[in-house]
Structures are given as C-alpha cells and as structure tokens.
C-alpha cells in the first residue's frame, strides 16, 4: 500500500470519528444556546472552561504532533525495545506530576486568572464569582486530558488513530447527558454541565486503554527507576519547550480575544458567547479536514525525515496541500456565503435569539475567511515538526501574535466582534505565507506550476458552486429553513464534484481509488 494511501486512510478513520464528535459537539451547543442563550452564566462557563483548555493545549494534547510522536518513533525504531519502554514509562510519571501540581496552582488562583482573562467581568460581581467557581471545578480537567494525549501519542507513533479520534465524542456524550439532567434536577444547572467535563475527562483516558494494552502498554511499564534526566525525556523537552512557547503565542491570541470580546462598551454585550459559537462552527471542517490530515501524515514524515528522503517528504507536503485545499475551498465559500442561515438553524431557539445571532454571525463570516490558511498551517507545522524544529513556527507564530493584536485593536472599533475575527483570518494569512517560505528553504519547493494549475482547476469549481447556491438559496424562500439549508447544501456538493470531474481535477478521482479496499 502507498504511503499516500495509509494516510488518505489514516485521516479518513480520523475524520469520520471527528464528524462524529463535532456533530455531538453541535448537539452539545445547541442546548447550551438553547438553555444559557449569550447571556452572562454561558460567558461564565465558556471562560472557565477555556482556561484549563488553554493549558491543554500548552502541555497536553498540543506535546502530541510535536514532541512525542517524533521521539517515540525513532526509540521504537531502535532494536533495543526495552529502551522505548523505559522512555514512556518515564514520561508518564513526568506528565502526571507536573500537570497535578499545575491543575492545584490553578484551583488556588482561579480568581487572580479570571481577573487577568476575564477583566471585563470585573465590573459585573455575579458574573465574575460564577467563573471563578467554575474555573475551580473545571481545572482538574487539564490532568485528564494530559494523561489522555499522553495515550494517544503512544498510539499515534503505532500509526493507530480508532480510539484517539473518538474519545471526544465521549467527552461530548457526558456533556450533553449532564446538560439535559442538571437543567431538570440541578439549582444552578450551569454546574452540572461543569462535572460532565470531569466525567468525561475520565471516560477519554477509559477508551485508551484497551488500545494501550493491546500495545503492550501494562502496569509493568510503569514500574520503571524514575529518571527525570531520562535522555529521551531531555529530547522531548528540547522539542516541546520551544512548541509550548509556540502554544503559548497561539493562545495568547485567544486570551487577548476573549479579553477584547469581554468589553462589552465596544464590541457590545455577548461577546464571548458569540466568539464561542462561530469558532465551534469553523472548528469542524478545520478538524475533519486540516487536524485530521496532520495527524495522519506526521508519522510518515517523521519517518521520511529520519532518513532524510527530503524528496518523499516535499512530495507527502505537496499531496496534503492539494487535498487540504480540494477539501476545504467549497466548505469556505459555503461558511462565508451562508454564514447567517447556517447560525439561525443551528441556535436560534429558546434564549439563543436574532441579537445572539447577528453576533455570532459577523464573528463566523471573517473567521471562515481564514480558514484555508488554518488548515495549510496545520500541514505546514507537521512539516517543521518531522524535521524536530520546533522554533522556526514559535518565531513566526510570534510575529502572527503581533500582527494579531494590531489588528484587533484597530478593527474592533469599526467592525466590533467581527474586526477580532478578521484580524485571526488575516494574522493566519501572514502565518502561513512565513511558514511556507520557511519550509521550502529547509526542503524545497513546494508549489509548482502543476499545483497552481490544480488550484486555478479547484477554483473554478468552486465558483460555480458558488453562483449556484446563491440563486437556489434566494429561489427558495418559501421553504422550511432547515430544509432549505439542507438541500443548498446538498446541492453545492453536487455541483462541486461534478465540476471537479468536468474539469478532470485529479484528486476527485484517486479520492475514490483510495478509499476502496485493496
């Protein structure tokens, strides 16, 4: 089988679980649209529980692409297994001490946290003391999901995605059965759906382990003389110090977001909320499609950079280049066409009303407009990770940082909640034009007149499509909303592959050749 192929596979396993999850994660948000709508005690819980995911990501589920999954591989790769297994029964003891010690410190200081993410709510009492009660129930969460990306870079080194991929539908499950119970049984339901995380932080280690042991992964690797100088620990530190800086630049980003969108006097009231909704929605095709294809394609080329084939690596770039853009142009122009009717059916129902909706809708029209470069980004950073440079992406995530505020600051004013998410569309731009040059320095070139062609070819189709479900849309009023939506959007698919055969636009053919079982 082509490695083309094992990663067409990998990212389908990884995208169709995904999909799974998001369309829970959807089932999730609209009931808490439904039941919290923008007001203040969402805005509470969405900063509170942002908090401990911004951790998550700095040294949890974020250490997977760049540190583990390069290190494991090349230690598996020796002769010696017993050398592996030492090394991952190290980096357990290491990732549960330091994120025990840090989900205590956040306990103790949620409310100087909540003061320095969450400043806008310092003049709202009720608001502020809800979040820093949620933060306190929420943080124990980032241990869990710590212990469970340590368990899926020990599988994804194994080129095993199954379990991985679907653990979040189980964090999703608990979320909705929590929402549903505590909104019957619960005062102050809002605290219900807070243990539902923690329950489903547990059940995401749970559905690991199976796969784990099935690995070879068992008690006994556990009971291992601890060596915090372990010279594989050493290595994985020098990779995740300068990615969790990395990390680090990213969500200061989405700190100083939420910090903006928290002053309610200039992007007006629900501004948390409304950033909340319109990412979840950018989110999705942003997982399915450019997470799902990075995490399938860096073991390949981990492994291609382990022995330095330069040229398997530029070719395995260029491939999920096309496909990355094949993929996500038509969901682009779809978001950035539909972007008001996509939100109305969604969460326009009980306290999620028109104000809530014209909100999230301006933020979800400039987010979608970044989305290509979210996802090349995404493919581009795998790049830099196979070769174990960490530092170049934090240099030009830094600048990014820069560029993101500037912006923030100076389209805040004119376009309110939406000037925060163009300027994370076109600081995103900027990230990938830098990533990009960067990288073909190191390997080469990347895009060539033939892919260009590809792209004009992809292009086009998507134009079509566009004009299309433009006058289908307009031509329909007269129909049921979500019936309407469905069937524009049924339609779009369809118009866009049959362009994209009409064309002779290659990927659209091997999609298929792929996917087909030998």
């Not at 080329?301 to 038509?330: G, W």
């Not at 978001?335 to 326009?348: K, N, R, Y």
């Not at 990347?446 to 849309?473: P, Q």
């Amino acid at each position: 089988m082509s490695e083309n192929k094992v990663i067409l596979k990998s990212a389908s396993v990884i995208s169709i679980a995904t999909l799974f999850s998001r369309v829970l994660g959807f089932i999730r948000d609209i009931l808490i649209a439904a039941f919290f709508g923008t007001g203040a005690v969402s805005e509470a819980f969405f900063v509170a529980f942002r908090i401990p995911n911004l951790l998550r990501d700095l040294v949890g589920e974020g250490a997977v692409n760049s540190a583990f999954v390069p290190v494991f591989c090349q230690y598996w790769a020796k002769e010696d297994k017993k050398q592996f297994w030492n090394l991952i029964g190290n980096v357990f003891w290491v990732i549960l001490i330091i994120l025990t010690a840090i989900s205590f410190l956040g306990i103790l200081f949620s409310r100087a946290i909540v003061s320095v993410i969450a400043p806008g709510f310092l003049k709202e009492a009720s608001k502020f003391l809800l979040t820093v009660q949620l933060t306190k129930v929420l943080f124990p969460y980032l241990l869990l999901i710590g212990l469970t990306a340590f368990a899926i870079g020990f599988l994804h080194s194994f080129r095993f995605f199954i379990s991985p991929a679907l653990s979040p539908c189980l964090l999703n499950i608990c979320m909705i059965a929590s929402i549903v119970i505590a909104y019957r049984f619960m005062d102050n339901p809002i605290f219900g759906l807070a243990l539902g995380v923690l329950i489903g932080g547990v059940f995401q280690i749970g559905i690991q382990i199976p796969s784990l042991a099935r690995r070879g992964f068992n008690i006994g690797v556990l009971k291992v003389k601890f060596n915090f100088l372990h010279p594989g620990i050493k290595k994985i530190g020098s990779l995740l110090l300068p990615r969790i800086f990395g990390t680090a630049v990213y969500q200061l980003n989405v700190l100083i977001d939420t910090i903006l969108a928290s002053l309610s006097f200039i992007v007006g009231q629900g501004g948390v909320a409304a950033i909340y909704f319109a990412n979840r929605v950018v989110q999705l095709p942003l997982a399915l499609f450019g997470i799902a294809l990075s995490s399938a394609i860096l073991p390949t080329l981990s492994q291609q950079a382990v022995v330095r084939d330069m040229d398997s690596l530029r070719l395995t770039i260029r491939f999920s280049l096309r496909t990355i853009y094949f993929l996500m142009l038509p969901t682009v122009l779809g978001l950035v066409i539909l972007t008001q009717p996509i939100i109305e059916v969604l969460f326009q129902r009980g306290h999620f009303d028109y104000y809530s909706v014209r909100i999230c809708s301006s933020a979800l029209y400039f987010y979608a407009m970044g989305l290509l470069f979210f996802g090349g980004m995404k493919i581009l950073t795998a790049g830099f990770y196979s070769l174990q440079d960490t530092r170049t992406p934090v240099i030009i995530a830094s600048l990014a940082l820069l560029i993101n505020f500037l912006l923030n600051i100076i389209l805040m004013f004119p376009l309110k909640i939406g000037g925060l998410a163009l300027a994370s569309s076109l600081s995103a731009a900027f990230n990938f034009s830098f990533l990009y040059f960067n990288l073909t320095k190191r390997i080469g070139r990347i895009i060539t007149k033939d892919l260009l062609i590809y792209f004009l070819k992809v292009s086009c189709a998507g134009l079509i499509m566009c004009v299309s479900i433009l006058i289908f849309f307009n031509k329909t009023v007269f129909l049921n909303p979500i019936l309407r939506l469905s069937l524009t959007i049924i339609l779009g698919v369809l118009i866009y592959f049959s362009c994209c055969f009409v064309f002779r636009i290659e990927r659209i053919d091997k999609l298929f050749r792929w996917i087909r079982p030998n």
